[in-house]
Nanobody, 123 residues
Framework: QMQLVESGGGLVQAGGSLRLSCAAS????????MGWFRQAPGKEREFVAG????????YYTDSVKGRFTVSRDNAKNTMYLQLNSLKPEDTAVYYC????????????????WGQGTQVTVSS
């Protein structure tokens, strides 16, 4: 089993930056492919970014490419999401999760979700 705790969300003006963290407990973090999702009110949960267990490969949804960066520190059991050039449409609760198998893009392919952290971008 693994427990995930997100942090780092907050209120920021458009164009600003935030750094989200996902702290994991459990011995298997360093071998786990991970993902970030977000969910805005009234919308489905959507894939944002993913990273392989080595950190050697990363994946992003088109709307965040060039603005968001996913990384991880396996020694600290922590994954990060750097959010730059934020837009009001980035407002959502952001979640981290462990990929069980299959493609990055479907929430049903993930186990062990965190509780989420709110990101609000004002215009």
């Amino acid at each position: 089993q693994m427990q995930l705790v997100e942090s780092g969300g907050g209120l920021v003006q458009a164009g600003g930056s935030l750094r989200l963290s996902c702290a994991a407990s459990g011995r298997t973090f360093s071998r786990s492919t991970m993902g970030w999702f977000r969910q805005a009110p009234g919308k489905e949960r959507e894939f944002v970014a993913g990273i392989t267990w080595t950190g050697g490969s990363t994946y992003y949804t088109d709307s965040v490419k060039g603005r968001f960066t996913v990384s991880r520190d396996n020694a600290k059991n922590t994954m990060y999401l750097q959010l730059n050039s934020l837009k009001p449409e980035d407002t959502a609760v952001y979640y981290c999760a462990v990929l069980r198998g299959g493609t990055y893009y479907f929430p049903t392919n993930y186990d062990y979700w965190g509780q989420g952290t709110q990101v609000t971008v004002s215009s």
